[in-house]
């Protein structure tokens, strides 16, 4: 199957499950830089190139963000999967896990510090807009909007 037969099958494929025209348009336009990439028939490429695409090229050398690389991962599923209907084993391509945000969460003593600079909590409810946000001044009195 040469590249252009398989961009046709993917466009059919895509129109059949009712992908948004964005969608499509994304999954085309991708696919199209994969095989630039590859500069061969996507159906002889093999894993390991695949997973050096995701990895050394999108990751380390385009310096992608884990997302973009699961998204492209989950194009890579979705062409090699349906339109080739080849059986690609997810555990050798892996999606790359979340990175985990730790909030900053403050202590008593610098509540205390902030609500003592702070003569009238209302205003800053308003302005913000944190209309379920409790505050507790000195003495421990909770201030509810």
Request: contains cysteine.
């Amino acid at each position: 199957m040469t590249n252009n037969q398989i961009l046709k099958k993917l466009s059919q494929d895509m129109r059949m499950r009712n992908f948004s025209h964005y969608t499509y348009d994304s999954y085309m336009r991708k696919t199209k830089e994969m095989m630039v990439y590859f500069n061969k028939s996507l159906e002889k490429v093999i894993i390991d190139e695949l997973r050096d695409y995701l990895y050394k090229y999108l990751l380390n050398e385009r310096k992608m963000a884990d997302k973009t690389v699961n998204y492209y991962n989950s194009i890579i599923r979705f062409v090699y999967e349906v339109t080739l209907d080849k059986v690609l084993n997810k555990r050798q391509i892996p999606m790359r896990k979340r990175k985990k945000t730790v909030y900053k969460v403050l202590t008593k003593e610098e509540l205390s510090t902030f609500f003592a600079c702070v003569d009238n909590y209302k205003p800053i409810c308003t302005r913000f807009k944190w209309r379920k946000f409790t505050y507790r001044n000195r003495n421990n009195a909770i201030f509810a909007k």
